[in-house]
């Protein structure tokens, strides 16, 4: 039952948190997210959202038992735990908790991705958005320190950007190892035979 039904929590609430993110009220240039969890029920859902989506992530690649063992999947639910708590957390918890966790499971990944051929696939892009927010985390740290919290909203919310695209990325593939082989097979024999069929 979690083998089936997790891909599919976690794609809901990576789509959840984003239709909560629409722009609202707030300024999202200059106001940080923690700030905006007190302005903003919207912030609050999507965070909530898309920790739920972590969540059922970790579950669904452990039922696929894919390589996430050690220290990628306790930072994964310490990421998903953080976005489910931020209302209560305080700020500068949340920031390094939500800022750092994923990025280092993301780029922990790379390596184990590309030895499984079942992973393999999205290996590449993996990469990639670790290095995005590997960069992220980098300009994060500077605005925040030297910065004087200039476009400190923006920064988080771009790297924020990237997090929500590794776990749309991770949930697409754990839904299509899932549930390919219960989709009809459009270009197979029974395919043909019933297109067939239906023209007579």
């Not at 083998?3 to 909560?20: D, N, S, Y």
């Not at 106001?31 to 739920?52: N, Q």
């Not at 950007?161 to 991770?170: D, I, K, N, P």
Request: charged share 15%.
């Amino acid at each position: 039952m979690v083998k089936r039904l997790a891909p599919l929590v976690a794609c809901a609430g990576v789509v959840v948190a984003l239709a909560a993110l629409v722009p609202d009220q707030i300024d999202p240039v200059n106001m940080t997210i923690s700030t905006a969890l007190d302005h903003s029920w919207s912030t609050r859902l999507a965070l909530a959202a898309l920790g739920v989506a972590a969540l059922a992530l970790w579950a669904g690649m452990r039922a696929q038992r894919a390589p996430v063992g050690g220290w990628p999947e306790r930072l994964i639910v310490v990421w998903g735990v953080g976005m489910i708590a931020s209302p209560v957390l305080p700020e500068m918890v949340w920031q390094v908790l939500a800022c750092t966790t994923l990025p280092v499971a993301t780029a922990q990944l790379v390596g184990r991705f590309t030895d499984d051929k079942r992973w393999r696939v999205v290996a590449r892009p993996v990469e990639w958005l670790a290095l995005a927010a590997g960069l992220g985390v980098a300009a994060l740290t500077y605005v925040a320190l030297p910065g004087d919290g200039v476009m400190i909203g923006l920064v988080e919310r771009v790297l924020l950007g990237v997090e929500v695209a590794t776990l749309a990325l991770l949930a697409a593939r754990l839904v299509h190892l899932t549930w390919a082989h219960s989709l009809p097979n459009l270009t197979g024999p029974a395919f043909r035979n019933m297109s067939l069929t239906r023209s007579k």
